[in-house]
DNA sequence: TGGTTCTGACTAAGCGCTTGCTTATCGCGG
DNA sequence: CCGCGATAAGCAAGCGCTTAGTCAGAACCA
């Protein structure tokens, strides 16, 4: 069977995929050669095609996977409760603390788009609008409940987004807050910007 | 003397840096080729090197001005009144209005500073420094003031600048809204972050 | 005519990706 | 248990092309 030889491989493929977010997060795509990602992961440039189409490719099951998995966070976050307030924490929370501690991730997948080749990201794009989607559907439910208040739920959603997504772009391992004390404070303002009449 | 001859050679000059702003804000700096830059001007890819350096140094001159213009932007908000609540208001409004009319600028300068060589990132990141200690001072008066209330004034204002510059990031000028009305939602969305008990 | 602006032709270096080959591991007939 | 053909992983070398940047001279304007 192949259970000794799978792991080899799948091994070998995640290592180029693990180089490629290095490479990508700090120097961008374009600025990404194959030879930078095929010697992050100990192989030589040709071992980057024995796994992957293209570099292209590479960007694009990055890109996949980290979209996936923010669409999944937010829709956790959503069903942890019937609660708009709730749900808004737990979003928030959740959304904040995976743009800090898997930033350089983050990066690629929200400034690295233009990269894609228009059928990849039509498909990320689709992603994307349901994970909006998702937040948007959350601040009317609140706004409706009387829970929420806001002139303009539409923007007021995007704003919660923009807050949690720019956290990839400013957030340092060094720096000096954790990703959970960050995720407490964005908690804290996302309370307000809803402005939820609620305790803290 | 060159009083006739500089305004044809600054046009050429600056046709470049306009050339040079779209295709960075659109392909990023490694995505942009220099002939792209040239026959955007309408130019032969040499001519780029009659005005300019290198690829880097367009980048420079047009991240240095992005830069100082907003930090003149910020300091003309703080001055515009003795009132952090006015202050904050003035500030955030222009902030915000400009990335989101000047996106394509705001995007080069937010979103390529991997690409400054070091000595002219360092210099770069001293003006960032001082956006935010500004934004930082202007925070913590008002809590001395006891008109802002928040439990991490540092991380407040981070959040406050953070908003803003994620703006050239998701606005499209085919898109729902005016910068105006961007500018004034934001200015509803950051006296409630700073918990300021104002009437609106 | 003199000086500046701008160009076409060029180069060296670096790019994504392919090729030809070696090596390691596999199931399987004897 | 052995040896054989098959499959896949990996590498050194390099192909065809594009890149940033150069330079000698044409074109232009005072």
Redesign the pocket.
């Known amino acids: ?6 792991p ?2 799948q ?3 995640s290592r180029l995929v693990a180089a490629a977010v290095e490479s990508f997060a700090s120097k961008g795509f ?1 600025g ?5 990602i ?1 010697a992050a992961a ?10 992957h ?6 960007l694009y099951v990055i890109s996949k996977a980290g979209h996936e998995r923010t669409l999944q966070l937010v829709e956790e976050g959503v069903a942890s409760s019937p609660d708009p307030v709730q749900q808004l924490l737990a979003v928030i929370r959740g959304f904040t603390v995976h743009h800090a501690r898997g930033h350089t991730g983050a990066r690629i997948v929200n400034y690295e788009l233009a990269a894609l080749s228009p059928a990849h990201l039509d498909e990320i794009v689709g992603i994307r609008r349901a994970i909006e989607q998702r937040v948007r559907r959350l601040v009317d439910r609140g706004v409706e409940d009387g829970v929420f208040e806001t002139s303009d739920p539409r923007m007021t959603s995007l704003a919660l987004l923009s807050l949690g997504i720019d956290v990839a772009r400013w957030y340092r391992d060094d720096g000096a807050w954790t990703p959970e004390q960050i995720g407490d404070h964005y908690c804290e303002i996302a309370l307000r910007i809803v402005g939820a009449s609620v305790t803290r």
Chains 1, 2 share one sequence.
């Not at 990404?32 to 930078?36: K, P, Q, S």
Request: proline share 3%; charged share 25%.
């Open positions: 069977m192949s259970q000794v030889t799978e080899v491989a091994d070998a493929r374009h990404t050669t194959t030879r930078d095929a100990g192989m030589s440039p040709a071992a980057l095609y024995v796994h189409r293209s570099k292209e490719d590479l």
